[in-house]
């Protein structure tokens, strides 16, 4: 073989072999995408839920909030009588 013929077949090997060493940082680079991924999917679920106890808190903080809280836990004011329904007939 001539000099050009073994310089193109080194050539060939050397880009070869850079591809093969280099295959393994594109792997962990693709894992590492991957785990980003799902961690921001995490973090909108999050967020999301944190927006819900948020709102939830404030409206439990408000009075009227607190006033429907009482009434569901079957508190009322004072001076309130509460109704009376009357049986049906038989």
Known sequence: MTRTGWLLVVSVVAVLFGLYLSRRPWQVYAAQRADRYEALQKLKEVEVAQAALTRQKLK??????????AREKGLRKSGEKPF???SPLP
């Open 84 to 86: 009376q329904f009357a």
């Open 60 to 69: 439990m903080e408000s009075p009227l909030g607190r006033q429907v809280l």
